[in-house]
Antibody, heavy 120, light 110 residues
Framework: QVQLQESGPGLVKPSQTLSLTCTVS??????????WSWIRQPAGKGLEWIGR???????NYNFSLKSRVTISIDTSTNQFSLKLSSVTAADTAVYYC????????????WGQGALVTVSS | EIVLTQSPGTLSLSPGERATLSCGAS???????LAWYQQKPGQAPRLLIY???SRATGIPDRFSGSGSGTDFTLTISRLEPEDFAVYYC???????????FGQGTKLEIK
């Protein structure tokens, strides 16, 4: 079974760039059968999909965040990453990575989540 | 913008009772890409149902999904103590690519 683990700074200053990495174990990120997604959840609120990447490098982003988001993949380390620029307090959330089977329309395995707080 | 509206916001029931959670879409689904997740405090969401009615691996058969078009339902036939949690519905659209979640239904012990 695939396992995912988010990592990165828990505190980011306003206007700076949030950076998180998701490490995949129990499976290869090079599998062409999956996309690799990022989702976030502000405290006490619902879930928001941020975007995803395929091993080919093809990406899809949430239109509302597209201008600030970059998702990349590193097959040599079995990791994929999220960068969110120009952050504000509204970007404070738990960030999850998840597997996204192609042509399936759901997210089946999730990491435990990483809390990122935007504050000076 | 496509919106998923879940009702009720909070559902208070007792163990052993039947739970019916609703998810309404502002636009009809052209495919069967509708999923349900369960989330407990401090945990990541867990996939319960995908493709409207297929149970994910390891999900007990007391959980079932149904619906089509703009109206979808998650039913828990007999509530167990571990079922009290927040439930989210989610749709996937291909053009443009987008995952949209409902705002959640909190299932609490009465």
């Amino acid at each position: 079974q695939v396992q995912l683990q988010e990592s990165g700074p828990g505190l980011v200053k306003p206007s700076q760039t949030l950076s998180l990495t998701c490490t995949v174990s129990g499976g290869s990120i090079s599998s062409g059968s999956y996309y690799w997604s990022w989702i976030r959840q502000p405290a006490g609120k619902g879930l928001e999909w941020i975007g995803r990447i395929h091993t080919s490098g093809y990406t899809n982003y949430n239109f509302s965040l597209k201008s600030r988001v970059t998702i990349s993949i590193d097959t040599s380390t079995n990791q994929f990453s999220l960068k969110l620029s120009s952050v504000t307090a509204a970007d404070t959330a738990v960030y999850y990575c998840a597997t996204d089977p192609m042509i399936a329309g759901h997210l089946d395995y999730w990491g435990q989540g990483a809390l990122v707080t935007v504050s000076s | 913008e496509i919106v998923l509206t879940q009702s009720p916001g909070t559902l208070s029931l007792s163990p052993g009772e039947r739970a019916t959670l609703s998810c309404g879409a502002s636009q009809s689904l052209s495919s069967n890409f509708l999923a349900w997740y369960q989330q407990k405090p401090g945990q990541a969401p867990r996939l319960l149902i995908y493709g409207v009615s297929s149970r994910a691996t390891g999900i007990p058969d007391r959980f079932s999904g149904s619906g089509s078009g703009t109206d979808f339902t998650l039913t828990i036939s007999r509530l167990e103590p571990e079922d009290f949690a927040v439930y989210y519905c989610q749709r996937y659209d291909r053009s443009p690519t987008m995952y949209t979640f409902g705002q959640g239904t909190k299932l609490e012990i009465k």
